[in-house]
């Protein structure tokens, strides 16, 4: 099993570009989630999925969408960057919701 | 939201020497994670606690789920290079999402 995939590894955008960060797992796990990490200030959670089809807001949900038509897949889209979105971007998964998160490699992203 | 004052913030300390970090919160949590990150990759489980009062041990590492479940501290005893990273704590409630501390940023000094 690869575990959890996150693409790209790092990106840079200018303010206004749209872009879609990928997230796969292949362990056929429910639950998905999207956290960005930004210094001092831990893990907060943007988005998250209990299964295909249904998906719910986290923490910090403003200026992203997500979307998951597959259970495999979790794509998290930025319609308009902003530099406020710079940060390091990682994606979890887990069988349910309470069961241990598995963390992707994460997606380093720079908008200037 | 709910909220998890994790410190110390970061840690500086020589090879060999025990660690202590603690998350306290202002809500009861049913779970209590601890993990870590090594520099440029995802966080990685080391703990979890289910009950109250659960002290649980993985090699030189000690977590403890607090009476109130309120709390939890981890351990790490006679500290090597490898043990750098980052540590956070995360409490669930129910189905609820994770709930992540700011994180512990530990240098070990060879």
């Known amino acids: 099993n690869a575990g959890v995939t996150q693409t790209p590894k790092f990106q840079v955008l200018k303010t206004g570009q749209s872009m879609t960060l990928q997230c796969a797992q292949d362990m056929n796990h429910e639950y998905m989630s999207w956290y960005r990490q930004d210094p001092g200030m831990g893990l907060r959670l943007i988005h998250y999925?209990?299964?295909?089809?249904?998906?719910d807001q986290g923490e910090v949900p403003n200026g992203y969408n997500v979307s998951r038509s597959t259970t495999e897949d979790f794509p998290l889209r930025l319609l308009s960057a902003a530099p406020s979105q710079t940060s390091v971007y990682f994606c979890a998964s887990s069988g349910t919701a309470q069961e241990t998160q598995y963390f992707g490699p994460g997606t380093r992203l720079l908008v200037l | 939201g709910q909220q998890l004052n994790q410190s110390p913030q970061s840690m500086f300390i020589q090879e060999g020497e025990d660690v202590s970090m603690n998350c306290t919160s202002s809500s009861i949590f049913n779970t209590w994670l601890w993990y870590k990150q090594d520099p440029g990759e995802g966080p990685v489980l080391l703990i979890a606690?289910?009950?109250?009062?659960e002290l649980t041990s993985n090699g030189r590492l000690t977590a403890q789920f607090g009476i109130t479940r309120k709390d939890s501290f981890l351990n790490i005893s006679a500290s090597i290079p490898s043990d750098v990273g980052i540590y956070f704590c995360a409490g669930q409630q129910g189905n609820t999402p994770l709930v992540f501390g700011k994180g512990t940023r530990l240098s070990v000094i060879a």
């Open positions: 999925s209990v299964g295909a089809g249904i998906t």
């Open positions: 606690l289910y009950k109250a009062g």
